[in-house]
């Protein structure tokens, strides 16, 4: 069983920055692709970025050149930089871990956290 406990979500102005961090419970950790997701209400969960195990990453195409996700094995935790935030942004944001696999696969998704609210003002 693993546990995601999400935090850093608040109140940015536009152009602003957050730094969300995920810590993980287990110690299977590093075997793990982690991810985070963003939703809206009435919208359906979007993909924002993905680290495997091996530290490549992905990234949706509406934070490309402006989110940067990161691990840290030793800590067991998945960091989630955002900068020139914009209102679009806002929504809930959701870490997520898969199953122990070579690489990023979200189809394996096996836990959620409970997310963390981001709110961009204009």
């Known amino acids: 069983q693993v546990q995601l406990v999400e935090s850093g979500g608040g109140l940015v102005q536009a152009g602003g920055s957050l730094r969300l961090s995920c810590a993980a419970s287990?110690?299977?950790?590093?075997?793990?692709?982690m991810a985070w997701f963003r939703q809206v209400p009435g919208k359906e969960r979007e993909f924002v970025a993905a680290?495997?195990?091996?530290?490549?990453?992905y990234y949706g195409d509406s934070v490309k050149g402006r989110f940067s996700i990161s691990r840290d094995n030793a800590k067991n935790t998945v960091s989630l930089q955002m900068n020139s935030l914009k209102p679009e942004d806002t929504a809930v944001y959701y870490c997520?871990?898969?199953?122990?696999?070579?690489?990023?696969?979200?189809?394996?998704?096996?836990?959620w956290g409970q997310g963390t609210q981001v709110t961009v003002s204009s």
């Open positions: 680290i495997s195990g091996r530290s490549n990453t």
């Open positions: 997520a871990a898969t199953r122990p696999i070579r690489d990023w696969d979200d189809t394996t998704i096996d836990y």
């Open positions: 287990g110690r299977t950790f590093s075997t793990r692709s």
